[in-house]
């Protein structure tokens, strides 16, 4: 019980303290701080790491995480057997692509599954396509292969006993990767679907 | 509720309060940062008032959709506490809807600060910290005149062994057992969106 506590403490002071430091930016008197999202310094390069993207039918074709031309991509790390983090991210960008209207297309996104096991290329296409429909299901039962491209975007994921069960973990973030590779925006867990698709207006203009 | 657009710009985990620190961090009133749990301090005079100030009350049920391919859902409330401390112990669903429900919540995965570190993440804004489900034993406590929000990324019912997929606009009872108020019904509303 102690140990639960201590360590819901700690996660509500980390939130507060990502709302501070998002808090800070957004009533600095001057600076660039037009994003909901956050900016890492420095920022991170991604583009080298290709993973699978899956069919439904198990066809794979290498995907390098990076955004085609002009565009954005977001990358996701997450399960489909998730029923609050994952859907609410998923269900956020779907809104935020609505309010996007013709630059949604714009914006690509890959769902990278941290718990391939379960989530076969079927049930991943499936799930991620009900969100968003050209979305890229990517998946790979190399871990050596997944975690290095998890670390190269600051994303951690595993099993950790829960109640004598294995339950998933993962980082919560998303990401937002520019045509040159660069992981160029972060948004915390809860951003609200207008902030994200403010701030891709402001990205698209940037890669335009 | 949090509508306006500067506190949804911060609202990192649903349920955690951070209107306090809209204040502390602007530097506009005095400091309250009230880090301290999921509870808030009732806003809901008004609705406290409708119920006669006593009663435990809940309201904005909501289910989120489910995709086909998974057996599992969430569903969300806000419930103001009444008179006395209490703490909601169990909730049940029909079985046409699901095999079980769970209150459960998200924390952050064990040692999850020092692994992500390790793992060269540099930013210091704690944003990236891994978390993980997991039930919440022994019941939820509902202090007196106090909100609880079950909101995403905080506290959910886990609906486990879904029936069937979670479709828009179906509604569904959930039965909440309180150790003080006892059973209360409350109707859900499956939405694609948070209401
Ligand atoms: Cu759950």
Redesign the interface.
């Known amino acids: 019980m102690i140990g639960r506590r201590s360590r819901l403490r700690a996660a509500i002071v980390g939130a507060l303290l990502v709302g501070a430091v998002t808090l800070a930016a957004g009533c600095g008197s001057d600076g660039d701080a037009a994003f909901a999202g956050y900016e890492r310094t420095p920022t991170p390069h991604v583009g080298d790491l290709t993973l699978p993207a899956v069919e439904a039918d198990g066809t794979e074709t290498d995907l390098a995480m990076k955004a085609t031309g002009g565009k954005v991509m977001l990358v996701y790390f997450g399960y489909t057997n998730c029923p609050d983090i994952c859907p609410t991210t998923l269900a956020d960008i779907r809104q935020a692509l609505g309010d996007l209207g013709d630059q949604a297309s714009d914006v690509e996104l890959a769902m990278v599954s941290i718990d391939p096991e379960v989530d076969t290329p079927e049930i991943l296409t499936g799930y991620v396509r009900s969100f968003v429909p050209d979305a890229k299901a990517v998946r790979t039962l190399d871990d050596a292969r997944l975690r290095a491209a998890a670390e190269g975007f600051g994303a951690d994921y595993g099993h950790e006993e829960v109640d004598g069960k294995p339950q998933p973990y993962h980082t919560t973030s998303l990401y937002a990767v520019d045509p040159e590779g660069d992981l160029v925006l972060s948004w915390t867990f809860g951003t609200k679907p207008d902030d994200l698709a403010a701030d891709l207006r402001t990205l698209l203009g940037r890669v335009a | 509720m949090f509508t306006t657009?500067?506190t949804?710009?911060?609202?990192?985990?649903?349920g955690?309060a951070?209107a306090g620190?809209?204040g502390?961090?602007?530097g506009s009133d005095s400091a309250s940062?009230s880090?301290?749990?999921n509870t808030t301090e009732a806003e809901t005079a008004g609705a406290a008032a409708d119920s006669a100030g006593d009663a435990i009350a809940i309201s904005g049920a909501w289910a989120?959709t489910?995709?086909?391919?998974?057996d599992?859902?969430?569903a969300y409330m806000t419930i103001t506490g009444g008179t006395d401390d209490d703490s909601l112990l169990k909730v049940e669903v029909p079985s046409a809807i699901a095999g079980m429900a769970q209150i459960?919540?998200?924390?952050?995965?064990?040692g999850?600060?020092e692994?992500?570190m390790a793992?060269?993440?540099?930013?210091s804004?704690?944003?990236?910290?891994?978390?993980?489900?997991?039930?919440v034993k022994g019941g939820l406590e509902i202090p007196a005149g106090k909100t609880v929000e079950l909101a995403?990324?905080g506290y959910?019912v886990?609906?486990m062994e879904l029936a069937a997929p979670l479709k828009e606009g179906s509604t569904f009872d959930l039965t909440l057992t309180f150790d003080k108020a006892g059973e209360k019904t409350v109707n859900v509303e499956v939405r694609?969106?948070?209401p």
């Open positions: 657009t500067r949804r710009r911060l609202l990192i985990g649903s955690l951070l620190l809209l502390a961090a602007c940062t880090a301290g749990t989120r489910s995709p086909s391919e998974v599992t859902g969430a459960h919540e998200m924390v952050p995965a064990g999850g600060t692994s992500s793992m060269g993440s540099t930013d804004t704690g944003g990236d910290e891994a978390m993980v489900m997991q039930e995403p990324g959910h886990m609906l694609t969106e948070a």
